[in-house]
């Protein structure tokens, strides 16, 4: 188990290096061990625009690809309103700030009066 979990962790890290990179805004990163069988983590991010949100997908898509050898599921890209990228161990979602204020996904998953970490 400790070898997927170290893969798990680099991904998640090159996730928010990547995300970091392209000048993504209000960065959370969330848990899910013990909360969910989908994955081991969840990233939410926020771009300033459209045509931002869909660039910040596409570069992250690219650098795991190259980077771990394997291609992730993309939802939304061309709508450019929120991103959904499933690597598998780590979930991204990438929104522009008004579509994430309606979904308010954080709120969901974190638990009531809790903080996640935010970089």
């Known amino acids: 188990m ?3 979990q170290s893969i798990s962790d680099k991904l998640l890290e090159r996730i ?3 995300l970091s990179d ?5 960065v959370v990163q969330i848990n899910l061990q013990g909360k969910s069988s989908v994955a081991d983590h969840m990233v939410i991010a926020s771009g300033r625009s459209t045509r931002q949100v869909s660039a910040m997908a596409e570069k ?4 795991i690809k190259q980077e771990f050898g394997f291609t992730s599921k ?3 890209k061309d709508t450019g309103d929120w991103v959904l990228i499933d690597t598998g161990d780590v979930i991204v979602h990438i929104f522009r700030p008004e579509v994430r204020d309606f979904y308010q996904l954080e709120k969901m ?4 009066g809790g903080s996640a970490s935010a970089n």
């Open 60 to 63: 992250l898509t690219d650098r």
């Open 109 to 112: 998953w974190l638990p009531q």
């Open 74 to 76: 993309v939802e939304g």
């Open 2 to 4: 400790a070898h997927s």
């Open 22 to 26: 392209d000048k993504a805004e209000d």
């Open 16 to 18: 928010l290096s990547s």
